[in-house]
């Protein structure tokens, strides 16, 4: 069974500080992983993915991700936080299990990011 | 250019009472996949329908039901809800049934169950 594991379910920094959100993932074959973020009361927006390419994925608004398999990991980076950055993180996986998995996202528990002026 | 559209945007249900969601996915995108994100965790995959048929399920009970339509758009059904129904369910569209194509996701319908 495939799962995401996200260390922290919160993170505050300073603005211009270093952002780094941790995630984790289990699976028994290669899996493709994404970050989403969520404003409140809003639906999740795609930052960015690994689809087995380059291991250092850029994404949007300045974050970017490396792919480790030797430590199942995909932590989520951004070199300067901003005030606009404050919101939910979430890291998901799935996986082209012989072709049946036709998309199912597995997400992890999400980390709230805080923003200090 | 519409993204995904989700109505309504809140709803109140009694326990035991039945509940329709409604999802037009983003033009284009002919799969549609729903998710239950109960406070404070992440989303739980419900369902996924392509050609109109369920393609995939979660660990969701025979309540959680669903349909897509012919122009794709897709309804989720709750019958005999309850109170730990209660949530935001997100629906999400993605062109064809790669793993790799992105998912773009509505933003919510909220659920209440007094």
């Known amino acids: 069974a495939q799962s995401v594991t996200q260390l922290g379910s919160h993170v505050s920094v300073s603005e211009g500080a270093l952002v780094l959100l941790r995630c984790n993932y289990s699976s028994s074959v290669p899996p493709y992983l994404f970050w989403y973020v969520q404003y409140p009361n809003q639906g999740l927006q795609l930052l960015l993915k690994?689809?087995?390419?380059?291991?250092l994925v850029k994404g949007i608004n300045g974050f970017e991700a490396e792919f480790k398999k030797s430590e199942t990991s995909f932590h989520l980076t951004k070199p300067s936080a901003h005030m606009s950055d404050a919101a939910e993180y979430f890291c998901a996986a799935t996986t082209d299990a012989g072709g049946t998995s036709y998309g199912k996202l597995t997400f992890g528990q999400g980390t709230i990011l805080t923003v200090h002026p | 250019d519409a993204g995904v559209t989700q109505s309504p945007t809140h709803l109140i249900k009694t326990r035991g009472q039945q509940v329709t969601l409604r999802c037009s996915p983003k033009s284009g995108h002919d799969t549609v996949s729903w998710y239950q994100q109960a406070l404070g965790q992440g989303p739980q995959f419900i369902f996924q329908?392509?050609?109109?048929?369920?393609?995939q399920r979660g660990n969701f009970p025979d309540r959680f039901s669903g349909h897509q339509f012919p122009n794709y758009s897709s309804e989720l059904n709750v019958n005999a809800l309850l109170l730990g129904d209660s949530a935001l369910y997100l629906c999400a569209s993605s062109s064809g049934l790669a793993v790799s194509y992105e998912q773009y996701f509505g933003p919510g319908t909220r659920l209440t169950v007094t």
């Open positions: 329908y392509y050609e109109e048929e369920e393609r």
């Open positions: 690994y689809t087995s390419a380059a291991t």
